[in-house]
């Protein structure tokens, strides 16, 4: 039973256009929601987060988008850059702070490529 | 600040055979993760500490699969004996309080033949 997916396995886009990566969950407990970007040979590492009690969270070029009426978030990069051509997980957490109720479900990953 | 530290990086063993996997989270930071991805999916949670103590092991295959934290602080996953479908890599997080601001280490790249 995935809890978290991400139906696109790859995405590819044009240096300097946005970047658009999207992550669907099913567990209605899930109340914190994270971005993990990882490297080749690396370990993830945290791009941004949202609460549910928010809509919208900005990071420079990063904006995560949350309804969660759709159950549904999304990762903006704008503009994208080469240096942007990673794996992005989506991850879900039933809490924002660490304890028995804090287990990060993450998606399967999207490769996303940016063409010079 | 030094990162998550794992080692080793890389392990090829037999099925059936045993092996350990070690992490040395930041300094300072009570809870520590391992987890398991296979290729093509995401991290899944196999075992969470705070200092010592076992938070959640609820998806470790505890049949085969052990974790212990010395003293609150390095850790150490056991697989014994070894499957096939163990092949992974292994990630070990650290973190002070807070979901997002888990670091993970390089992982452990495990082949199992």
């Known amino acids: 039973d995935q809890q978290v997916k991400q139906n696109s396995p790859s995405l590819s886009v044009q240096e300097g256009r946005i970047s658009i990566l999207n992550c669907d969950y099913t567990n209605s407990m899930f109340d914190y929601f994270l971005w993990y970007k990882k490297y080749p040979a690396e370990g993830p590492t945290f791009l941004i987060s949202i609460s549910s009690i928010k809509d919208k969270n900005e990071d420079g070029r990063f904006t995560v988008f949350l309804n969660k009426s759709a159950k549904h978030l999304s990762l903006h990069i704008v503009p994208s850059q080469p240096g942007d051509s990673a794996v992005y997980f989506c991850?879900?957490?039933?809490?924002?702070?660490?304890?028995?109720?804090?287990?990060?479900?993450f998606g399967k990953g999207i490769t996303l490529s940016v063409r010079p | 600040e030094a990162g998550v530290a794992q080692s080793p990086r890389y392990k090829i063993i037999e099925k059936r055979q045993s092996v350990a996997f070690w992490c040395n989270p930041i300094?300072?930071?009570?809870?520590l993760y391992w987890y398991q991805q296979i290729l093509g999916q995401g991290p899944k949670l196999l075992i969470q500490f705070q200092n010592n103590g076992v938070v959640d092991d609820s998806q470790l295959p505890k049949d085969r699969f052990s974790a212990e934290r010395l003293k609150g602080v390095d850790s150490t996953l056991k697989i014994q004996p070894a499957k096939l479908e163990d092949s992974a890599v292994y990630l070990c997080?650290?973190?002070?309080?807070?979901?997002?601001?888990?670091?993970f280490g390089q992982g452990t790249r495990l082949t199992v033949v």
């Open positions: 300094s300072g930071h009570a809870t």
């Open positions: 997080a650290s973190s002070l309080g807070r979901v997002a601001e888990a670091f």
């Open positions: 991850a879900a957490s039933p809490s924002y702070v660490t304890g028995a109720n804090s287990k990060l479900t």
